[in-house]
């Protein structure tokens, strides 16, 4: 089932602003991640760390500037009439 983008309400703006603190803090964790990866020896838990740091910053970010969610997660938003 396709659902168009008329069809959903946008997300308000509390939870945009909270996308975009999480997305600053995601931000922060990027850098943290790669200083993690300079100094450490090499451990699979970068790649699971980057990995899980760069869908929440692409997630947040999607939230905080367009008002949707990205198109994998649309399941998650309400429709405009309510129902």
Known sequence: MSVNREQLAKVRMPFRVLAGFILLLSL???L???FFA???PYDHIIWALS???LTMAYVS???AITGYAPK???FAHGAKNGL
């Open 51 to 53: 990995a899980a740091v």
């Open 32 to 34: 943290a991640t790669v």
């Open 72 to 74: 994998f997660l649309l």
């Open 28 to 30: 922060f964790a990027v």
């Open 61 to 63: 970010a999607h939230v």
């Open 38 to 40: 300079v100094t450490e």
